[in-house]
């Protein structure tokens, strides 16, 4: 039996963190990570970020060890710039759980790490222009959750009205994008 590969990609902003499409249209308009890499056959992305959103995917071919990250609760951090600066009130709300719309019924999240950061993180600049300070304040977020639901920290920044500009996954688990660019791949040994 062959070993099993595992990569950690640096999901640049604008792909789909799938490897393609069956939609012969969406192949042609969309970005997808096999553009990235010549991938072994049987790989799978960990998990998934939306389009808009860039940072941190694991990549493998053991589809025991995607199963175990995606259902065992490890920790995925996240870095959101967000439209306006939130109170201490409603950075408590998100820490203990708010409620966000989840398959169109409502879902309060699980509780979860969340503090401004004093200064903005070293991230590589995104591709396409995020507006300026001209149109209002923003803040950067650390945002650390153990559960993964559809679009959650777009939806947790926006419950609190200060909606997501720019969105990074920085860490799951121990395997950080420290600094990585957009599209760069690496090897990793499966140890989360």
Known sequence: MAEHKHFIVFK???????????????RRKKKFLAE???WPEEIMPIGRLDENSE???LMTTDGKLS???????IEKEYYA???GIPTEEQLLQLQHGIEIGL???KYTTKPCAVKSLIA???LPNRGKKIRDARHGPTTWLSITIQEGKFRQVRKMTSAIDCPTLRLVRIRV???QLNTMQPGEIVEWNGEI
């Open 103 to 105: 398959d169109g019924k």
């Open 173 to 175: 688990g121990n395997q």
């Open 67 to 73: 199963n175990h990250i995606n259902r065992s609760g």
């Open 12 to 26: 640049p902003y604008g792909f789909i963190s799938q490897l393609t499409s069956n939609d012969l249209r969406q």
């Open 81 to 83: 710039l967000v439209d």
């Open 36 to 38: 990235l890499y010549d």
């Open 120 to 122: 903005s993180p070293n």
């Open 55 to 57: 940072g941190l995917i």
